[in-house]
């Protein structure tokens, strides 16, 4: 009921009648509303601090991809803002029609051909609004350096099989692979921000994690979830909508996608809940076993490297050979960062949105 009260505060104007809570997430509350038309609403607002940072994000996401242009999906509209007697922000976004995709049920179609076409929309915004909204940038270099990190923590556990292990050290050795230019990314692409109705993607949500970084991130649950005739069909009207895409960005969004498990694993054995931690390494054992049989698609980068206009027109066959970690960081810093127009702040640098800017 204060929640309720909370959202007609917030969306002057609009005459609620119904309303639910929703266990959506940990860090906020969340009530969906419907007015007496029955436009269906939500209401957010913070229950922790992290819960605080999620909904500033989140806030500044919006209002920078609402100034996108020719999106082919949807996007939720900001109703009102106001603040709750605690001073917790609490914020109404207009709904968006549709269900939570199941991969494994979509075959080839018009759902690859939309979810194709609107991850190359977002892909070919202007960057320049992401850096006039103050949001996050990453080069390839930095990219690179992370999944290193990744990699290094997840074979800390003891528990990621050798093979795999050796497979994603391979990749991240191979300078060619990180040859690209870095998109406005959603960076949170997965199943609880796509919406779909009739067999289409309609909606995409949770614009919290907007920047400037590696496409390949937005593909990585495709990669992974998808049958593989849907994730080739996805691909074919992503790079038809987006002519200038690296030719190495499947390979990395393989990459990331079995880097995920592996992650997976560490956090399930980080909480300590053995249930979890036997199915991600039974997901685990399945990949391993796929890469014995030699059905994983490769990870090595292609000869030439497609960059449109701006490409590396020297690029041989010597960027597919493995190289030691001080030569990667050489080759990549002298020649990946030559193709992006600024150095961007490290991770401690970069500001995250301010709570007092929500309104």
Known sequence: MILAALAADAAPGKTFRHFRKLDLNPELDVLQLWDSQDNSYQLLSPRTTAGIVELSQLVAGLKTISYAED????INEIIGQSRAADGAAVVVLSDIVGQAP??????????????GEALAAIHKINPDLIRDAGLPEYDAQTILHKKVAEVDRVAATGKIPAGLLARWEEALEDVGLFRFHPTVTHAQINQDSLLVSGGRLVGITNWSQLSISDPAEDLK?????????TFEDAILHYRAARENADENIVQ???LYSE????SWLAHCIQVGDEAMIADAQSMLTDLDQQLKAQTLRSLRAAGFIG???AGFAGATAQLNQPADSQQVEAEVSAEVTQEVPAEPASDS????PNPDELF
Not at 104 to 110: K, L
Not at 221 to 229: P, V
Not at 349 to 352: M, N, P, V
């Open 102 to 115: 199941e991969l494994s049920r979509f075959a080839a179609g018009p759902f690859s051909q939309s979810i």
């Open 259 to 262: 880097l995920e498990l592996a």
């Open 252 to 254: 990395r969004a393989i």
């Open 307 to 309: 960059l449109g206009s």
């Open 71 to 74: 999106l082919p999906f949807e």
């Open 221 to 229: 649950y495709l990669a992974g979830g998808a049958l593989g005739s």
């Open 349 to 352: 640098q970069l500001s995250e």
